[in-house]
């Protein structure tokens, strides 16, 4: 506080609470003195001798404003009775005197001079830090990993490579289909993360199977710090009864159960109508598509998709009920690049000679393609005249790389490159083994294996009667098995509720094993409760239950054993199954086990899916092709069980059909898939500029004194932990961190453990706020330090300025990675030279030394006589640079958008619909981009004075 008296009439500001405008002094008595702020109708009470407040001054040739609104340009300052008289000149030139009582009180003070001018001085650590903090901003806004850091996940190169590919598009539409169990729940929800921190996305909604809603929830909110709504017909109700016309606007992330939309058209046409910028579908393979029947839950998702600029569909089964089903959905995500089946049909045919040729120039190389005319004319004709001439053209070093280049848009351009993603366990190292183990038992009498039908056949407890539970052997054996794995967690599946049910009852009521069910007849609320009785480790469950439908999507990867209490007739159910287990974070081996009646359909099945497809021990990804090709003789041989050589001769054909898909597919689709869903490159520059974030250290330096400084009250907890709490003097609220606290740790493998603290990374919405009001804010925007500095006479005064890039661009463009740096640093002496190559930021933050902030307070006058013209200097000096800096920025963004061009207007003749929308976009974004930085003006944003001592 500055040494003048408190006189009535006076003008103050306060330091700490600049909102209040300018204070009036109303008395000032008994070492007390109360100031009221007019323009927030406040009045406070401060001490004298420790009052956070500076003395409003104004000097000749600044603009002021009087009460009634006249902007004054002052000539002179008077003072009177220990009030201030400003005289001065109106707008239109009239003379006039303002007493200082009558200055406008919403006067705020924002720019680092006006604040260090009138005495509003920030400590110097709030300085040094909102400096640093560009530095970070810079870095991270410009990584590649920019919008992934945040997310609680392990770092997996096939998922890091999906997002990072699909967040940088324009609006990601794509089908995501990597095998069960290797994460699409956590690549849509990684991309989903990305498109918010960057602000390319706003709105999104999720529509799920019943039995995901609360699974995603959780996941989302855990993993990605992701707080959805969930709108299900009992809370858009609600939301209507207390006024809201549309449920679906009431929330901007929203996830709904597909059934809502599909029983009710009101919700549909809400949903419609609420519009969003990505929506995401769960197990897709649901929304049912053939020539002649369109199902309903296909037509609700395509009316909502077309109101969506984004579009995920995910499904470990796409080609599950046939290629019709995958091509409509593929239809959805590009109606133009799919307009027909036939078509689609045909393209898939091709995919053989594409394979052949990429083959080719892996194989051979350069030296191969320059000899190879035949190869030359192929590759002119799916890739165009141009693309062979210029690379025929390079130097002969070069050639070979750029074959990589080649083989890379042979890749995009093939049919479903864009949209479908699809990683095998056989690309994605690290999983635990398959074990199946069968157990025969003998049929009960009851059972009659001569029965039309196959279902009663595959499922005897239909033909078993009441008591089937205590007539069929399998249960018998269920009963027998469990008492020897006591300590094992078990899933057992099976096809149908009321089965599960049964079962449940008996093993729980009549044994006494703790066993929990988990079937679609259930509410959400009690299948999460079973989920969650199964997961205890402790006091839980041993035995889930659970029918076919049921457990679809779920995580039991915690569990190693897996019964099979009947098979389903579909190769893809059945790995839907096995994948409850075999996902990631499967710590052993999986175990399947699969009890059977002897001489039973259900034998031959066993027999199929496991010396046909091997279907148990691997993932079978050709069993549903096969399954349509050998349904028929396979339910054939289901019926005529006695016939050996016919089991034979299906088994036989099976596996040669299966080896020769397997060939075929690895030579033609499968080889072009994988390289089009994984860049193993890409994937390892993204995993080192994630490593690179998670530095533990360097994050949790920055963020103890961040937290400091806005009065956070920290507590270590662990090596790399804080508990933190709201402390007393808070700087501004905080909305991000929880009234009752926050415990979190810094480090990624300490949060994948400990899931109940939060992960503390560079994109915590904690840590996001407070960056954000740092240096949103005037916060920290001006300090005067000290420093000795044996070259210069003690006293001399050098002027450090900040300068920001004023750009008028949306967020979401990521204009910053063009950028040279985050700021414009100078550092100017007496003379006007710049020293800032001399004495850079950091040594210097090192060596200065903070004043108090009376000290600072008391040095006003004298830097502000003294440094105008230094300041004149800098703007002068920095207005100079601005054209370098505008010609690099636009350089970089030149050259960055006509290769990401070129690769599109290659891709726009393929794709019509996706390709040809991301480069109009892309376009008016970089014409946006480039106005921007043509009419961008340098901002001062921070400002230190240091004062040179002896
Ligand atoms: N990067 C990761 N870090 C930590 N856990 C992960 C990661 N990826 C996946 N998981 C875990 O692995 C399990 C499977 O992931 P997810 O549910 O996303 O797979 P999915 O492909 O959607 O499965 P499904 O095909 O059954 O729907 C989940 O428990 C998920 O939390």
């Known amino acids: 506080m500055s040494q003048t008296e408190f006189v009535p009439g006076q003008r103050w500001i306060s330091n700490t609470e600049a909102d209040l405008g300018l204070g009036i002094v109303v008395e000032c008595s008994n070492r007390r003195v109360e100031i009221s702020f007019p323009a927030a109708a406040e009045v406070r009470t401060y001490a004298t001798d420790n009052a956070p407040l500076s003395r409003v001054c104004f000097e000749a040739d600044e603009q002021i404003c009087s009460d009634e609104d006249v902007l004054v340009t002052v000539r002179e300052r008077m003072e009177h009775n220990g009030c201030y008289l400003y005289m001065g000149v109106d707008s239109d030139g009239n003379e006039v005197i303002l007493p200082e009582l009558h200055l406008n009180s919403a006067v705020h003070f924002s720019k680092p001079q006006e604040r260090l001018f009138v005495g509003q001085i920030d400590r110097h650590g709030l300085y040094k830090l909102r400096v640093e903090t560009r530095d970070h901003q810079y870095r991270l806004a410009t990584s590649p990993a920019y919008g992934l850091i945040g997310t609680r996940v392990q770092l997996l190169p096939h998922q890091l490579y999906i997002a990072a590919e699909l967040a940088s ?22 991309i989903l993360h990305q498109r918010l921190i960057s602000e390319r996305a706003k709105r999104i909604l999720i529509l799920l199977p019943d039995s ?11 993993r990605f710090n992701l707080t959805f709504s969930l709108l299900d017909a009992e809370r858009c109700e609600a939301l209507e009864e207390s006024g809201h016309d549309n449920p679906f606007e009431t929330a901007q992330l929203v996830i709904s159960p597909v059934s809502l939309l599909a029983r009710s058209e009101t919700r549909l046409q809400q949903a419609e109508q609420a519009g969003w910028d990505i929506l995401v579908v769960d197990e897709a393979h649901h929304l049912g598509w053939s020539r002649e029947v369109i199902s309903h839950a296909y037509q609700c998702v395509e009316r909502v998709a077309r109101r969506s600029d984004g579009l995920l569909l995910l499904t470990a089964t796409p080609e599950q009920l046939g290629a019709e089903g995958h091509f409509a959905r593929l239809r959805l995500l590009d109606p133009e690049r799919y307009p027909d089946l036939d078509q689609f049909l045909d393209e898939e045919q091709q995919y053989f000679h594409l394979n052949h040729l990429i083959g080719s120039l892996l194989e051979g190389g350069a030296a191969f393609l320059k000899q190879d005319k035949h190869t030359q004319g192929e590759l002119a004709e799916r890739l165009g005249e141009t693309a062979i001439t210029q690379w025929l053209a390079l130097p002969a070093k070069e050639q070979d790389t750029a074959i990589a280049s080649l083989i890379n848009q042979l890749v995009d351009r093939q049919g479903t490159g864009r949209v479908l993603f699809r990683n095998t366990r056989r690309t994605v190292a690290g999983f635990p083994a398959r074990h199946f183990h069968s157990y025969p038992l003998m049929a009960p ?36 098995w469990l008492k020897q794995q006591r300590k094992e967690k078990v899933l057992v599946i099976c096809a149908h509720a009321d089965t599960a049910i049964a079962l449940d009852e008996y093993l729980s009521l009549r044994i006494g094993v703790r066993s929990t069910v988990f079937h679609e007849g259930m509410s959400l609320i009690n299948r999460d409760r079973s989920a969650a009785y199964f997961a205890d480790e402790e006091l839980g469950a041993q035995v889930l239950i659970s029918s076919e439908i049921g457990s679809e999507g779920r995580n039991f990867q915690f569990c190693h054993h897996l019964v099979l209490f009947d098979l389903p007739l579909s190769p893809d159910l059945l790995e839907q199954r096995i994948g409850r287990l075999d996902r990631i974070g499967q710590t052993e081996a999986v175990q399947i086990h699969l009890p059977y009646y002897r001489h039973s359909p259900t034998e031959v099945l066993m027999q199929w899916y496991h010396q046909g497809l091997n279907a148990f021990e691997r993932v079978c990804a050709t069993g549903d092709a096969l399954y349509h ?81 806005f009065g956070i009250t920290l507590q270590p907890h662990g090596r790399h932990g804080l508990v933190l709490h709201q402390g007393e003097h808070m700087l501004c609220h905080l909305s991000e961190l929880p009234e009752d606290g926050m415990t979190l740790t810094f480090s990624r493998d300490e949060a994948l453990l400990r899931e109940d ?10 840590m996001l706020e407070l960056m954000d009001l740092l240096t949103r804010n005037e916060t920290g925007n001006n300090a005067i330090c000290m420093l000795k500095l044996p070259a210069l006479p003690a006293g001399t005064l050098l002027v450090e300025t900040v300068y920001e890039l004023n750009l008028a661009v949306p967020k979401a463009l990521q204009l910053a990675r063009y950028l040279p740096g985050g700021y414009l640093r100078l550092l100017i002496d007496p003379e006007g030279r710049d020293l800032s190559d001399v004495l850079a930021h950091q040594p210097l933050n090192q060596l200065a030394k903070p004043l108090k902030l009376s000290t600072s307070q008391n040095m006003v006058r004298m830097v502000r006589d003294n440094i105008t013209s230094q300041l004149k200097q800098a703007q002068q000096q920095a207005d100079a640079r601005l054209p370098g800096l505008r010609d690099t920025a636009l350089g970089a963004l030149t050259k960055a958008r006509n290769e990401a061009y070129q690769r599109l207007e290659a891709l726009a003749k393929v794709n019509p619909a996706i390709d040809q929308a991301e480069l109009d976009r892309h376009q008016a974004d970089t014409r946006l981009m480039q106005d921007a930085l043509q009419s961008a003006q340098l901002r001062l944003d921070a400002l230190r004075v240091i004062v040179v001592s002896e």
């Open 212 to 222: 995901l809603l609360h699974q995603w929830l959780v996941e989302m909110r855990r």
């Open 757 to 766: 603290i939060e992960f503390m990374s560079w994109e915590h919405p904690l």
């Open 169 to 190: 598009r324009t609006a990601p539409r794509a089908l995501l289909a990597d095998e069960v169990g290797l994460g699409k729940t956590i690549e849509a929800g990684m």
């Open 629 to 709: 090709s050998f349904a028929q003789p396979l339910r054939d041989v289901m019926q005529r069980i006695e016939d050996q050589g016919a089991l034979d001769t299906l088994l036989e054909d099976t596996r040669e059909a299966r080896e020769e898909l397997e060939l075929t597919l690895s030579e033609g689709r499968d080889r072009l898939l994988e390289m089009s869903s994984f860049n193993a490159e890409r994937a390892e520059l993204l995993l080192e500029a994630m490593q690179d974030e998670d530095d533990v250290s360097r994050i949790q330096t920055y963020a103890e004194r961040l937290f400091d400084r």
């Open 445 to 480: 009498n009851l059972y009659q294996p001569d029965a039309d039908a196959l279902e009663p056949l595959l499922h005897p407890e239909r033909q078993l009667g009441e008591n089937w539970v205590s007539e069929d052997p399998r249960v018998a054996w269920l009963q027998e």
